[in-house]
């Protein structure tokens, strides 16, 4: 019904950037919040930053003032600017959304993408 395709994700020296494209279809009647979220190897997923409809973004601490999300609403795409990556950085990054379907129950229902990897090298 809907699909999450993230791109972007590779190899970068620590102090790189890299921007992550998180890109929604099917059958999409509306889209509410989008987030990223990222899992390091043995480590549980995580939250990195949030984007309301209106443009309102939540952070967690660690990459406050280093990246930055945004969402283009006519394209129904996500994005996640990262600068200044540290090795810690590491990690699949997961982009999700929450989506009424055309033709579906009033509310939203969560979906997720299948994850780029980020690799930051020190």
């Known amino acids: 019904q809907v699909q999450l ?3 972007g994700g590779a ?3 620590a102090g790189g950037s890299l921007r992550l494209s998180c890109a929604a279809s099917g059958s999409i009647f509306s889209i509410n919040d ?3 979220y990222r899992q390091a190897p043995g480590k549980q997923r995580e ?3 949030t984007i309301t409809r ?10 406050k003032g280093r990246f930055t999300i945004s969402r283009d609403n006519a394209k129904n795409t996500l994005y996640l ?4 990556l540290k090795p810690e950085d590491t990690g699949v990054y997961y982009c999700n959304a929450d989506v009424r379907l055309v033709g579906g129950p009033a509310w939203y229902l969560r979906y997720w993408g299948q994850g ?3 690799t930051v090298s020190s």
């Open 34 to 36: 989008m987030g990223w």
């Open 81 to 84: 600017q990262m600068n200044g």
């Open 54 to 63: 209106s443009g309102d973004t939540n952070y967690v601490g660690s990459v």
């Open 116 to 118: 780029t990897q980020v």
């Open 5 to 7: 395709v993230e791109s």
């Open 11 to 13: 190899l970068v020296q």
């Open 47 to 49: 939250l990195v930053a």
